[in-house]
């Protein structure tokens, strides 16, 4: 047997399904990042969608006391802890005045992101039309690509709040599903009862799935709370709802999330998981069931925060002369680039090279994102402060 690559015969290639993913956007601009951070300047990265504040001790003890219990170091049941099922189904209750079936009507994830890319698979034929709103979170597109879905845009517009205009998906024909997100990344818009309801009407008279993805349902501000599509009468009969513990509780490197709505979809989804993982480590079921317990105070103080660095960062950068609307939800605040700039990219790339500042080119997000940047709320005060006064310098 020789190991000589020589004699090797062919040459391996990755599959058709991963070259015809879009191009990646951001080569250059995380090229030029690293660059800057090797340089050691003192870049503000405002770039990233991962809250910097740790998660709450009480979940991290629980998480302790459970790694250290023989009984979590198996394989977990693929459908979760009992315990944590009521506990969620307790917890959304509560939240959204919805009761859910514990045993049908949700299922834990390795992370919400996990759940939406897997469930295309179980429900999506080649060539099925779905539905994806331009810009959206970039995690969508590829895996409707995996499931051979065939995209089509809806845009969201700065004249209708980014909410998808329902007129316009009434003259669609043949929808399989639709995706949405609110609140929105990279938007920051929330969704109304009034599209909610539209929105599920017309799902049930075309016949289609609504996948709504709902990370950040609770980071908003001004006390104004969203609601969750299944609050509205007959979603339950179309829709599934894709729930996270990582920005609610400042676990992102943890993976738990979960999948809640019709039984139906949600036995699809757990078939094609039943295939791919096995579970979330116990321990972190248990740890997830203490954030779902956590005093309100905890989720207060986690919205309070980012409200306070939004309001830093709007009124700053209004002193300087760049007026944004301020968002209602999630962490980012997604921006007209200011004038004198052509495009996103040449807009993020003037603030690394001039201000050290990373900020997300809103084209990443979608065509429909050309003309934005949008800036995280995840760093501290001072720092928010210190980005606004090198961007006077530039702007
Ligand atoms: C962060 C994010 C997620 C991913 O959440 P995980 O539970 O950490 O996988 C999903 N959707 C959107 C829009 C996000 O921004």
Redesign the pocket.
Known sequence: MSTNTESTKFTIEFANRLKELPPYLFVEIDKAKREAMAQGRDVINLGV??PDIPTPPHIIEAMKKAVEDGANHHYALDAGLPELKSEIAKWFEKRFNVPLDAKTELYP????????AHFPLGVINPKDKVLLTDP??P?YRPTIQFADGKITNVPLKASNNFIPDLKKIESINNIKMMVI?YP??PTAAVASREFYEGLVRLAREKGFIILS????SEIYFDGEKPISILEIDGAKDVAIE??????TYN??GW???WACGNPTLIASLAKVKSNYDSGVFQAIQIAAIAALRSKDEVTEDIRNLYQERRDYLINGLRGIGWKIPPPKA?FYVWAKIPKGFNSSMECAKAFLDKADIVATPGNGFGEGGEGYIRMALTVPKDRINEAVDRLKKIL
């Open positions: 969608g991962d994830l390795v992370g919400s992101k996990e759940g939406i959206a979170y995690a997100n929105n990344n993805d709902m990370a950040y894709f729930h996270s513990f990582s920005k676990m992102t993976r738990i999330g999630a």
